[in-house]
């Protein structure tokens, strides 16, 4: 039996949670419905839309006016192509189902979209095969969400690639009771963001996969004032916040003890401009071997002196900076790691030493209120 359903929305508002929940939908899968944006309206006035990569899913709500009927279907993309050219108005849709007489598992959908100035036809499909990752229970903590966001802006970035190492390729979220640390590492360098002003008790720590943490980043950006609900199971965690709902598969695997990573006796202490030096670096780094990127440091008790050279040419470069240490120390690290490290890092940094082959700790010389930022950095062997 034929099913049909007429609604109206503001275009501002469709385009703005389908731009949301877009950010999870994948541009080709072996399920084609997983391409499309799903559609659930209800009775009751609410249009709910679905993306997901069934690893990763978003859901958002929206108002709708002039409903006469409920119905579940899935839109293609392009539809958001369609709405940017468009300028604020109420946009018409009027959708209908047929079912296939042959299959009655399966429909063909047509989606008729019309505008002040015209109107348009939208690819459209089934919703049958359309499966939603299913909500998750478990333990439960809120945090304000822009201390999830300092969070994540403080570790995603330290995070590995390397598909083989898939608890690097995430951040740590390390729950106690009376606080939250985030970690993240590539093996070569290593960052925690301590925030003691979070408190989740009872809950477990989980490992939260990189292209999830990037979604829920650029999902939370620009929002103020509101507070994030985090529900996670053993494999599942969801994210809740405004009419959003972030829902994502934990990477499995335990992850190590970071802790025993950095070291507690660098005793030797450097302290400098965090944008000055990664100026002086970027410099640097001009000539340096772009493969390796290394940089070697000369620390003395009243200045320092940082040098790089490219042994495959005659390019090298020298420069001198005002940071004295209370211990002489020569040490190897790289250029484009510590840039990354110091652009988390406001004011003033800490780097603290022990031996020319042991960790390099970078702290900023002042934590914001409530929170520890410590980040590690490994050596590179001197010639």
Same mark, same amino acid.
């Given at each position: 039996?034929?099913?049909?359903?007429?609604?109206?929305?503001?275009k501002n508002?469709?385009?703005?949670?389908?731009?949301?929940?877009?950010?999870?939908?994948?541009d080709?899968?072996?399920?084609?419905?997983?391409?499309?944006? %799903?559609?659930e309206?209800?009775?009751?006035k609410?249009l709910? %839309?679905? !993306?997901?990569?069934?690893?990763?899913?978003?859901?958002?709500s929206?108002?709708?006016?002039?409903?006469?009927?409920?119905?579940?279907?899935?839109?293609?993309?392009? @539809?958001?192509?369609i709405?940017?050219?468009?300028?604020?108005?109420?946009?018409h849709?009027?959708v209908?189902?047929?079912?296939d007489?042959a299959?009655?598992?399966?429909?063909?959908?047509?989606?008729a979209?019309?505008?002040?100035? !015209?109107?348009? @036809?939208?690819?459209?499909?089934?919703?049958?095969?359309?499966e939603?990752?299913?909500?998750?229970?478990?333990?439960?903590?809120?945090?304000?969400?822009?201390?999830l966001?300092? !969070?994540?802006?403080?570790?995603?970035?330290?995070?590995g690639?390397?598909?083989?190492?898939?608890?690097?390729?995430?951040?740590?979220?390390?729950?106690?009771?009376?606080?939250? /640390?985030? /970690?993240?590492?590539?093996?070569?360098?290593?960052?925690?963001?301590?925030?003691?002003s979070?408190?989740?008790?009872?809950c477990?720590?989980f490992?939260f996969g990189l292209?999830?943490?990037?979604?829920?980043?650029?999902? @939370?950006?620009?929002?103020?004032? /509101?507070?994030?609900?985090?529900?996670?199971?053993?494999?599942?965690?969801s994210?809740?916040?405004?009419?959003?709902?972030?829902?994502?598969?934990?990477?499995?695997?335990r992850y190590p003890?970071?802790?025993?990573?950095?070291?507690?006796?660098?005793?030797?202490?450097?302290?400098?401009?965090?944008?000055?030096?990664?100026?002086?670096?970027?410099?640097?780094?001009?000539?340096?071997?772009?493969? /390796?990127g290394l940089?070697?440091?000369?620390?003395?008790?009243?200045?320092?002196?940082?040098?790089?050279?490219?042994?495959?040419s005659?390019?090298?470069?020298?420069?001198?900076?005002?940071?004295?240490?209370? @211990?002489?120390?020569?040490? !190897?690290?790289?250029?484009?790691?510590?840039?990354?490290?110091l652009?988390?890092?406001?004011?003033?940094?800490?780097?603290?030493?022990?031996?020319?082959?042991?960790?390099?700790?970078?702290k900023?010389?002042?934590?914001?209120?409530?929170?520890?930022?410590?980040?590690?950095?490994?050596?590179?062997?001197l010639?």
């Amino acid at each position: 039996m034929e099913e049909k359903v007429i609604f109206k929305v503001s275009k501002n508002e469709l385009l703005h949670h389908l731009q949301r929940v877009s950010k999870a939908v994948l541009d080709k899968s072996t399920l084609p419905v997983y391409t499309y944006i %799903l559609f659930e309206l209800g009775s009751n006035k609410t249009l709910q %839309l679905t !993306g997901t990569t069934t690893e990763i899913q978003i859901e958002t709500s929206l108002e709708v006016v002039e409903v006469d009927n409920s119905l579940t279907f899935c839109v293609d993309k392009s @539809i958001i192509n369609i709405l940017k050219t468009l300028p604020e108005q109420p946009v018409h849709f009027e959708v209908t189902r047929v079912p296939d007489p042959a299959d009655s598992e399966n429909a063909s959908v047509t989606i008729a979209l019309s505008h002040s100035t !015209g109107n348009a @036809i939208i690819p459209g499909m089934d919703a049958t095969y359309f499966e939603k990752m299913k909500a998750v229970t478990g333990q439960s903590f809120k945090m304000p969400i822009e201390s999830l966001r300092r !969070g994540l802006s403080m570790t995603k970035k330290f995070a590995g690639i390397d598909a083989m190492k898939p608890t690097q390729t995430a951040v740590f979220f390390d729950l106690k009771e009376d606080h939250i /640390v985030f /970690v993240s590492t590539n093996g070569q360098y290593m960052s925690r963001f301590k925030d003691n002003s979070v408190k989740c008790p009872e809950c477990k720590s989980f490992i939260f996969g990189l292209s999830a943490v990037n979604i829920t980043s650029s999902l @939370i950006e620009g929002i103020s004032g /509101v507070e994030v609900e985090i529900i996670s199971s053993e494999s599942n965690v969801s994210f809740s916040f405004l009419e959003i709902i972030v829902t994502s598969r934990l990477v499995e695997g335990r992850y190590p003890n970071y802790n025993s990573v950095f070291p507690q006796n660098n005793q030797i202490k450097m302290h400098v401009d965090s944008k000055y030096l990664s100026s002086v670096l970027n410099r640097l780094l001009t000539v340096a071997n772009p493969l /390796v990127g290394l940089i070697k440091l000369e620390s003395g008790m009243i200045d320092s002196t940082l040098s790089t050279a490219d042994e495959f040419s005659t390019k090298a470069a020298k420069e001198s900076i005002d940071s004295g240490s209370n @211990i002489e120390i020569t040490i !190897g690290f790289s250029g484009p790691q510590m840039i990354d490290i110091l652009s988390v890092i406001n004011g003033n940094a800490i780097l603290a030493f022990s031996a020319p082959e042991r960790p390099i700790l970078i702290k900023p010389e002042k934590d914001e209120e409530e929170c520890e930022l410590t980040l590690l950095s490994m050596p590179l062997i001197l010639k």
